[in-house]
């Protein structure tokens, strides 16, 4: 199901058992929306506002970057696939969101670089992986066998 996504004020007003999903081209224009759509669902799931204003944001722009640029290789004629939805539990709350490429796919285990790396300052790439795990919770790479496509999940549990 394409979604388009909500403005602010009614991302806000958003049932936090209400999964939201978008399917987008490979535009990076379309980032912003996505990102909103999913810190809206956040706000009413009562995250920080620590997590909704950088955590969130920034591995989400990140993770759609990626499949956007590297997954898809911006081709236009391919799209990638979000799916967020928070989870409530006894323990919180906890925010899952799957961003799905039409590419080949990467080992996450091997991609990226840290600060500590010789070529950090030097590279134009490879921050992205970093970033994403520095501000999740967890940060998981799977590839369906059957079907093209590589889906980053984001996971970050309410503070």
Same mark, same amino acid.
């Given at each position: @199901?394409?979604?388009?996504?909500? #403005?602010?004020?009614?991302?806000? !007003?958003?049932? $936090?058992?209400? $999964?939201?999903?978008?399917?987008?081209?490979?535009? %990076?224009? *379309?980032?912003?929306?996505?990102?909103?759509? %999913?810190?809206?669902?956040?706000? !009413?799931?009562?995250?920080?506002?620590?997590?909704?204003?950088?955590?969130?944001?920034?591995?989400?722009?990140?993770?759609?970057?990626?499949?956007? @640029?590297?997954?898809?290789?911006?081709?236009?004629?391919?799209?990638?696939?979000?799916?967020?939805?928070?989870? @409530?539990?006894?323990?919180? *709350? /906890?925010?899952?969101?799957?961003?799905?490429?039409?590419?080949?796919?990467?080992?996450?285990?091997? !991609?990226?670089?840290?600060?500590?790396? $010789?070529?950090?300052?030097?590279?134009?790439?490879? &921050?992205? %992986?970093?970033?994403? &795990?520095?501000?999740?919770?967890? %940060?998981?790479? /799977?590839?369906?066998?059957?079907? $093209?496509?590589?889906?980053? #999940?984001?996971?970050?549990?309410?503070?």
């Amino acid at each position: @199901m394409a979604m388009r996504v909500p #403005r602010t004020k009614a991302a806000a !007003a958003l049932s $936090p058992h209400q $999964p939201l999903e978008w399917t987008i081209a490979s535009d %990076v224009l *379309a980032i912003e929306r996505v990102v909103e759509g %999913v810190v809206g669902l956040c706000t !009413a799931s009562g995250f920080s506002a620590k997590q909704c204003r950088f955590n969130i944001p920034i591995a989400l722009t990140e993770a759609l970057a990626n499949a956007i @640029m590297r997954g898809n290789g911006s081709d236009a004629s391919r799209s990638v696939r979000i799916r967020s939805s928070v989870q @409530m539990t006894r323990d919180g *709350a /906890t925010l899952n969101v799957d961003v799905t490429d039409e590419g080949a796919g990467f080992d996450i285990d091997t !991609a990226g670089c840290t600060p500590d790396a $010789p070529d950090w300052l030097e590279r134009e790439d490879g &921050r992205g %992986v970093f970033l994403m &795990r520095s501000l999740m919770d967890r %940060v998981e790479c /799977t590839r369906a066998s059957d079907l $093209p496509g590589n889906t980053v #999940r984001l996971v970050l549990h309410r503070a």
